[in-house]
């Protein structure tokens, strides 16, 4: 996936018997649909399955299958990625009652009712502790030993979170809590709905530990396994911008998450020196049954929606797309997977999959050349977030019901202009002014715009010394201090910020101006910058879509300009004629001065 620009699909295992024939079948189908892997994963068994059909999860003729199929794949050119167990969250019936997860009044009954090992086990699958690194250690030596890592995945798959959140906790956590804020936690839910400033410390203190014993060890040990780290954060009570910046391959979701929401997956990459942000594409395009039932449209999906919920993603960053997905399918066993597309030769989309999986490769290609570029950096205001609880009702989904999930969270659009890229505060250490340039690691910024209501003192503090000493950090409005330990500081911090010289937005140069609101993407490889443009009409794309969103979208005229480079006096202009339910690409030559289309054959 790193270097091959294809779309990968993930490849639905149901619990049962699997055939190498079958493996070989299907694998031929999906080289002749122009995909460039697969990500294999362990699913439930179908209705009407055996206790006794196919393996037990990681026994011999398991792991044999698996690797058949990825000797499979590398004789066809094709990768393959393991999703690192059966289901998500982690889990399994193995997992001793030690390792498994925690609550703040001891051990969770959250247990997962359709892995591969519910078709032949009647014992509870419990959840992994994922706030215990110890946990995830003896987790993923269970199933290095018994085969993972001899398959030479290009990946390890880590699905997003789904871990229950309500008063999550591990062992430790009152002392770790008393030890940093000089009072007690009290294992009650009444306790952090009523009082805002304590849940922030909660928040705070669980998400600086889901980095540290989760997030970051989980990319150790696939390193250590010789495969990266693909990995979803979303979902988890953790700064995710810096939960992703840990990853290998960030990987986001869409349509089950907004487009723009991939902007946390891609700021991370571009500020961790990154190059690919994959995405989960496709989920629950026209809306999703939590009971298991088929969603609307399945089977029948219309190929321009589909290219409108790429388009959109592109347009914030992602550069490889993951379909969900394709069900482990055989003539006298055809089988469909929930909320999903179906890939397959039995759907609606297979006379153009080869076609369109070409443009997402063309796409995917230009979108990982170079470097992200961004003239503006945007304090993630994740502070406000935890000083919040649930999201009203009418805002709620299947993937989202709390505000620190950053779903709500969304870019000012008078800032697309500079191309933002989110920040984290836990990047701010490494934040440096020098020589007129503001640096995180060897990467120019170029200016930290903070609009937040709340603020760490330890960030505040941090921003304060940069603003005197005349950096590019713009305050749109100076924030409060949150949680229940207040530092008397704070308030000469933001005196100190409110009497310095600070640089206005209007010292920004943009790198693009253009006269409808416009989403897109840039790249640079030396002097060449490649521009995605989506069409403007894809900005009002949410979950769910309408079925027959694309023919919605109409020819329409934007006219840019484009500064490629800071103090750039004679911008390249452009005329845009989308058509309809069309995307652009251009590629501009700043040393020959010249800019020009890239043609994209879309079916």
């Given at each position: 996936?790193?270097?091959?620009p294809?779309?990968?699909?993930?490849?639905?295992?149901?619990?049962?018997?699997?055939?190498?024939?079958?493996?070989?079948?299907?694998?031929?189908?999906?080289?002749?649909?122009?995909?460039?892997?697969?990500?294999?994963?362990?699913?439930?068994?179908?209705?009407?399955?055996?206790?006794?059909d196919g393996?037990?999860?990681?026994?011999?003729?398991?792991m044999a299958?698996?690797?058949?199929?990825?000797?499979?794949?590398?004789?066809?050119g094709?990768?393959?990625?393991?999703?690192?167990?059966?289901?998500?969250?982690?889990?399994?019936?193995?997992?001793?009652?030690?390792?498994?997860?925690?609550?703040?009044?001891?051990?969770?009954?959250?247990?997962?009712?359709?892995?591969?090992?519910?078709?032949?086990?009647?014992?509870?699958?419990?959840?992994?502790?994922?706030?215990?690194?110890?946990?995830?250690?003896?987790?993923?030596?269970?199933?290095?030993?018994?085969?993972?890592?001899?398959?030479?995945?290009?990946?390890?798959?880590?699905?997003?979170?789904?871990?229950?959140?309500?008063?999550?906790?591990?062992?430790?956590?009152?002392?770790?809590?008393?030890?940093?804020?000089?009072?007690?936690?009290?294992?009650?839910?009444?306790?952090?709905?009523?009082?805002?400033d304590?849940?922030?410390?909660?928040?705070?203190?669980?998400?600086?530990?889901?980095?540290?014993?989760?997030?970051?060890?989980?990319?150790?040990?696939?390193?250590?396994?010789?495969?990266?780290?693909?990995?979803?954060?979303?979902?988890?009570?953790?700064?995710?911008?810096?939960?992703?910046?840990?990853?290998?391959?960030?990987?986001?979701?869409?349509?089950?998450?907004?487009?723009?929401?991939?902007?946390?997956?891609a700021?991370?990459?571009?500020?961790?020196?990154?190059?690919?942000?994959?995405?989960?594409?496709?989920?629950?395009?026209?809306?999703?049954?939590p009971?298991?039932?088929?969603?609307?449209?399945?089977?029948?999906?219309?190929?321009?929606?589909?290219?409108?919920?790429?388009?959109?993603?592109?347009?914030?960053g992602?550069?490889?797309?993951?379909?969900?997905?394709m069900?482990?399918s055989?003539?006298?066993r055809?089988?469909?997977?929930?909320?999903?597309?179906?890939?397959?030769?039995?759907?609606?989309?297979?006379?153009?999959?080869?076609?369109?999986?070409?443009?997402?490769?063309?796409?995917?290609?230009?979108?990982?050349?170079?470097?992200?570029?961004?003239?503006?950096?945007?304090y993630?205001p994740?502070?406000?977030q935890?000083?919040?609880?649930?999201?009203?009702d009418?805002?709620?989904?299947?993937?989202?019901?709390?505000?620190?999930?950053?779903?709500?969270?969304?870019?000012?659009?008078?800032?697309?202009?500079?191309?933002?890229?989110?920040?984290s505060?836990?990047?701010?250490?490494?934040l440096?002014?020098?020589?007129?340039?503001?640096?995180?690691?060897?990467?120019?910024?170029?200016?930290?715009?903070?609009d937040?209501?709340?603020?760490?003192?330890?960030?505040?503090?941090?921003?304060?010394?940069?603003?005197?000493?005349g950096?590019?950090?713009?305050?749109n409005?100076l924030?409060?201090?949150?949680?229940?330990?207040?530092?008397?500081?704070?308030?000469?911090?933001t005196g100190?910020?409110?009497?310095?010289?600070?640089?206005?937005?209007k010292?920004?140069?943009?790198?693009?101006?253009?006269?409808?609101?416009?989403?897109?993407?840039?790249?640079?490889?030396?002097?060449?910058?490649?521009?995605?443009?989506?069409?403007?009409?894809?900005?009002?794309?949410?979950?769910?879509?309408?079925?027959?969103y694309?023919?919605?979208?109409?020819?329409?005229?934007?006219?840019?300009?484009?500064?490629?480079?800071?103090?750039?006096?004679?911008?390249?202009?452009?005329?845009?004629?989308?058509?309809?339910?069309?995307?652009?690409?251009?590629?501009?030559?700043?040393?020959?001065?010249?800019?020009?289309?890239?043609?994209?054959?879309?079916?």
């Amino acid at each position: 996936m790193i270097n091959d620009p294809r779309p990968y699909t993930r490849w639905w295992w149901f619990s049962g018997t699997i055939l190498n024939s079958d493996i070989d079948n299907q694998l031929d189908w999906i080289a002749e649909q122009e995909f460039g892997g697969v990500e294999i994963a362990w699913v439930y068994p179908q209705k009407g399955t055996d206790p006794g059909d196919g393996a037990r999860f990681l026994e011999p003729d398991f792991m044999a299958s698996i690797h058949y199929a990825a000797e499979g794949c590398r004789v066809r050119g094709l990768g393959v990625d393991l999703t690192f167990g059966s289901l998500w969250p982690f889990n399994g019936t193995f997992i001793p009652e030690e390792h498994t997860s925690k609550t703040l009044s001891g051990f969770s009954d959250q247990n997962v009712d359709r892995s591969w090992e519910s078709r032949y086990s009647a014992d509870p699958s419990p959840v992994l502790d994922h706030v215990s690194r110890e946990a995830l250690e003896w987790y993923a030596g269970y199933l290095l030993d018994k085969g993972f890592s001899e398959v030479k995945a290009g990946s390890f798959f880590c699905d997003s979170w789904e871990v229950d959140p309500i008063l999550l906790g591990y062992e430790g956590i009152f002392e770790d809590f008393y030890k940093e804020y000089g009072y007690e936690l009290t294992p009650c839910q009444e306790t952090l709905d009523s009082c805002a400033d304590v849940r922030f410390d909660y928040r705070k203190l669980l998400s600086d530990k889901i980095l540290s014993s989760f997030y970051g060890p989980y990319r150790e040990i696939c390193h250590k396994a010789g495969t990266l780290a693909r990995v979803q954060c979303h979902g988890a009570p953790t700064d995710i911008l810096a939960a992703y910046g840990l990853s290998d391959i960030p990987e986001t979701e869409t349509l089950l998450f907004d487009p723009d929401f991939a902007l946390i997956a891609a700021s991370a990459a571009a500020m961790t020196d990154k190059p690919v942000v994959s995405s989960e594409s496709f989920t629950c395009l026209y809306g999703w049954i939590p009971s298991g039932i088929a969603p609307p449209g399945m089977g029948e999906e219309q190929i321009r929606d589909l290219r409108c919920v790429a388009d959109a993603q592109f347009a914030w960053g992602v550069n490889r797309v993951v379909w969900h997905g394709m069900p482990f399918s055989t003539e006298d066993r055809p089988a469909r997977f929930y909320a999903t597309v179906h890939v397959g030769p039995d759907g609606g989309l297979a006379p153009y999959l080869p076609s369109f999986n070409r443009y997402l490769a063309a796409v995917s290609d230009y979108m990982s050349r170079g470097e992200s570029v961004s003239r503006l950096a945007v304090y993630l205001p994740l502070e406000d977030q935890w000083m919040r609880d649930e999201v009203p009702d009418t805002l709620k989904k299947p993937s989202s019901n709390w505000h620190w999930e950053l779903q709500e969270l969304k870019m000012d659009y008078d800032l697309l202009p500079y191309r933002p890229l989110w920040f984290s505060a836990s990047w701010l250490e490494e934040l440096e002014f020098t020589e007129g340039k503001l640096l995180y690691h060897d990467r120019d910024i170029g200016a930290l715009y903070c609009d937040s209501e709340w603020m760490l003192c330890s960030s505040l503090e941090k921003l304060t010394e940069l603003v005197e000493a005349g950096a590019p950090v713009i305050f749109n409005r100076l924030p409060e201090e949150p949680g229940k330990v207040r530092h008397e500081a704070y308030d000469k911090l933001t005196g100190r910020i409110q009497n310095s010289h600070m640089t206005s937005l209007k010292d920004i140069p943009p790198l693009i101006k253009s006269d409808v609101s416009l989403e897109y993407w840039c790249r640079r490889e030396g002097d060449k910058l490649f521009f995605f443009f989506a069409h403007p009409q894809m900005q009002g794309l949410r979950y769910p879509m309408p079925y027959g969103y694309g023919d919605t979208l109409k020819e329409q005229s934007a006219t840019v300009e484009i500064f490629p480079d800071i103090g750039s006096e004679s911008p390249y202009t452009l005329n845009l004629e989308f058509g309809a339910v069309e995307s652009l690409l251009y590629e501009v030559d700043t040393e020959r001065g010249s800019i020009r289309r890239v043609e994209l054959d879309f079916l």
